[in-house]
């Protein structure tokens, strides 16, 4: 059976959706919405408001992988005009009027199969099977919301929802050749996708029957002829075949070896019979093969044809989907619908009895009314962010990083609104453009305009606000925000600069809907000149814009609702009992900052407030040009006074200059003498050895020649004659030695310089003279230490001599290497520096595994053969203990060894030695 490819018929589609996702060009307006400047300061205004952690909180309330995608993007839909926006609250108040969830668990983002099956590729049964469930789903989805309608007393009220999947093309022809082609539990395609495959199954079948059924008779004949310890059936390069013996192989004449054991006994032999049968179980596979592909390329093509109708589709479920987020997040927070300022859309869907009354103070002459709202995100911290009710909800919102997919709970919790945060009230005439808020720091005036400016942003994006009562407020088609420190390092802006900069942009941008919120207006600069500014830019905003809110620390912009009818203030309520802000905007009231009352507070003397409220009055606009003149001949005289220390730090700088350039020039002087002065005793050192190889050689020769010319029994005196002469060469080549049998009555003078034992033959200064305890005061560059006695070696009288005549280029030394370099050899046994210890391959000598005897001789050698003043790394192991013990008895009495260290945790199963 063949399945037609023209098995659906188009619907007319409506046009694209009017809900911009995209999450920097959100608004609209009547200069370029698009253009880049206003793209940049829209972005920055979310970026301000911090809009995308609202986003974000919306994101566990979605049921599908796309709804979430969207949210923790910030790519919500936000209305473009005010029917836009409205229809976005419509959804939002239907969606809360669901009393049971819909199931979105068949619902997946198709995005990535739709693209494999565009290019032409084809699709697996797991993704054709996902595309069915996917239609099926939207289309219960939809059935679902038309059950809830037709079960409504008012049917017309789940209208905006119907209306945005009606007009979809759920393809459930699609659907149906899927489900007829694919058997989507076992993910396998059913022998009725195409008669041709039905076919080829059916022979296959039978086939593999008969091929079976051969192979067991030969097999078991096989076995009965000792062929093979059980009968053996396998496959091997895609072909059955029987196992054999290799002894046994005639048992199948003309059968052909596939293959063969690992250790060669075994044959994996295809009899005769079996060939031909093998052979058309390939090529039966293989039509099977290419007629499952051409089904799979068949049903991809058709989902190909349709991928404008299934996006479209798509689109309009994730609609739905976040339609419901909204709505759950509204009960979340308890929130009330909002109502818009213009026309025609001040009506609003909800259950809320509330929302039929009217602001008893005269609401019509409210141009934004909005009572009790919280900032959303400080919201947070105050109200469970899951209750027991939303179990569900969240197992399957965590299910969603799995599959995609989720269910809405069953039924949501309101919560009472608590005391934090602080609700705050929005109570703006109608004639009113610029509002100016005033109070102290930490007050409140920031949060409370940035709560005005995402509950406007909620509004035009569907969400309820988490106010009381009605909230009414315009529709603003710019939000544009100057709040927080703009400056810029790499664009050179100060503080005022990025502050005044981004005022310039936004008085561009803005129209007659926009709403502009700056902070802290013309702070950063001198407060006349930033009062005045600010003073003109707030004249210039009340005719360009629907509404601008600023906050300001300046009395006098407070002053401006004195003379226009278009200001209005408002104030930061400040506790004078507990000297702490309430966080409660009073409308129509001036706010002082109460910088003294708080400082009093914290504890400031009582000096410097006093002192601080002199200031103030000398602040007072009937002072200030008095105190200008002060401070102007004040700014003189400084002026007077820095130039003059200006001239002074340039004369010392000068004569500092001279000063270190005549100790570089020395400097280099010495360093030039430095290197003569090694020069040349390279030079003498150089030549004393030619002199005393010279006559070495001399010596040897005239040896050689009174032994040839004497007779043997001269010899004896020739030897004594000649060591004599060595000696003295010796003698006349070598410095004094120090006599060690002076050293036992040796005493160290305060001032004198000596060796101290354990410090590698360094150099150490007596400080302090013999004690009572027989110890001595030494230092050590920075550092004093008390030794004893015994531990000191006085310096040769000729090392003395080397240590003064040198001592400018050892103090030069010192300072680049940050140690005293001996200049004197010191053989005493207790005294010689051995370097790091340091083990390698050349001074370690590895014991185990010989014999007693065997590593005596060659412990031995090693020592004999060692370098004097080197250190022996003798590896014994554990092990019996013998070679340890026989390795130890040898260090203590060998001839050479002047010490030797004990295994340690660092080097177990090892003796350090010391070599003479």
Known sequence: MQLSSNL????????????????????????????????????????????????????????????????????????????????????????????????????????????????????????????????????????????????????????????????????????????????????????????????????????????????????????????????????????????????????????????????????????????????????????????????????????????????????????????????????????VCPIFRLGSFEGCDSDDEDNDILDPQGDDNLNVNIVGIQHPLLLESSLEIMSDNFAVRSGNAAAKSGDGNGTMATKYTSHSMSDFPVPVDFKIGRGTKVVVISGPNTGGKTASMKTLGLASLMSKAGMHLPAKNNAKLPWFDLILADIGDHQSLEQNLS????????????????????????????????????????????????????????????????????????????????????????????????????????????????????????????????????????????????????????????????????????????????????????????????????DAKSQMETLIQKFEKQLRNSGRGQLNSLIKESESAIASIVKAHTPDQFNEADQTSYTPQIGEQVHVKGLGGKLATVVESLGDDETILVQYGKVKARVKKTNIVAIPSNAKNVVTSSSTHQGRQSRRNGDYRDNVDIRSSDDVSYGPVVRTSKNTVDLRGMRVEEASIHLEMTINASRPYSVLFVIHGTGTGAIKERALEILQNHPRITNHEPESPMNYGCTIAYVK
């Not at 059935?143 to 809830?148: A, P, T």
């Not at 004249?539 to 004195?562: G, W």
Request: aromatic share 6%; proline share 4%.
């Open 8 to 335: 659906l018929v188009p619907v007319n589609k409506p046009p694209k959706p009017f809900i911009n996702f995209k999450p920097c060009s959100c608004f609209c307006s009547n200069s370029n919405p698009d253009s880049p400047e206003s793209n940049s300061l829209q972005s920055d205004t979310l970026k301000t408001l911090e809009w995308s952690s609202v986003c974000k909180q919306l994101s566990p309330f979605t049921s599908t992988s796309m709804g979430s995608d969207s949210a923790l993007n910030a790519r919500l839909p936000v209305g473009r005009t005010p029917r836009q926006s409205q229809k976005l609250l419509d959804q939002t108040s239907a969606a809360r009027l669901v009393a049971q969830p819909l199931d979105f668990s068949g619902i997946h983002d198709l995005t990535d199969i739709l693209g494999v099956a565009i290019s032409g590729h084809l699709l697996t049964t797991r993704e054709l099977c996902t595309v069915r469930r996917t239609l099926a789903a939207s289309r219960e989805l939809f059935d679902s919301l038309k059950r809830f309608a037709s079960a409504s007393n008012n049917p017309q009220r789940y209208l905006p929802l119907l209306e945005i999947l009606q007009n979809c093309n759920f393809q459930v022809g699609l659907e149906h050749k899927i489900e007829f082609c694919i058997d989507c539990n076992l993910s396998i395609i059913l022998d009725r996708a195409s008669e041709d495959l039905e076919i080829i199954r059916s022979e296959r079948k039978r086939n593999i029957e008969i091929l079976d059924s051969m192979l067991k008779e030969v097999s078991t004949q096989i076995f009965q002829a000792g062929g093979i310890d059980r009968p053996l059936i396998t496959k091997r390069r895609s072909r059955m075949c029987v196992g054999i013996r290799a002894s046994h192989r005639y048992l199948l004449p003309g059968g052909v070896v596939l293959n063969v054991s690992s250790s060669g006994a075994t044959y994996f032999m295809e009899p005769k019979d079996a060939i031909d049968l093998n052979n058309l179980e390939v090529r039966l596979s293989s039509f099977e093969k290419a007629e499952e592909s051409a089904i799979l390329s068949m049903l991809a093509s058709e989902i190909a044809n349709s991928e404008s109708d299934i996006k479209y589709l798509l689109d309009k479920i994730l609609e739905i989907d976040l339609a419901f987020a909204r709505a759950a997040y509204a009960q979340w927070m308890n929130g």
């Open 495 to 690: 503080t005022f600069s990025g502050h005044i900069s981004r005022i310039c942009k936004i008085l561009e941008v803005a129209t007659t809907q926009s709403l502009v919120l700056i902070d802290e207006i013309g702070g950063g600069t001198d407060p006349s000149e930033g009062v005045a500014l600010s003073a003109s830019i707030l004249q210039y905003l009340k005719n360009r814009v629907n509404l601008a809110v600023v906050t300001t620390h300046y009395a006098d912009l407070s002053s401006l609702k004195e003379k226009d009818i278009c200001f209005d203030n408002a104030a930061m309520e400040f506790s004078l009992e507990t000297l702490q802000p309430t966080y409660r905007i009073r409308w129509g009231c001036t706010g002082d900052s109460n910088a003294l009352t708080i400082a009093q507070s914290i504890g400031f003397d009582r000096n410097i407030i006093d002192r601080a409220q002199e200031w103030v009055e000398k602040f007072k606009p009937e002072q200030q040009q008095e105190r200008r003149g002060m401070l102007y001949q004040s700014l003189q005289e400084e002026r007077k006074r820095l130039k003059a220390q200006a001239g002074k730090a340039a004369s010392i700088h000068a004569e500092i200059m001279s000063v270190y350039n005549e100790i570089q020039g020395e400097a280099e002087d010495l360093d030039r003498r430095e290197m003569e002065l090694m020069a040349k005793e390279t030079q003498q050192v150089q030549q004393e050895l030619l």
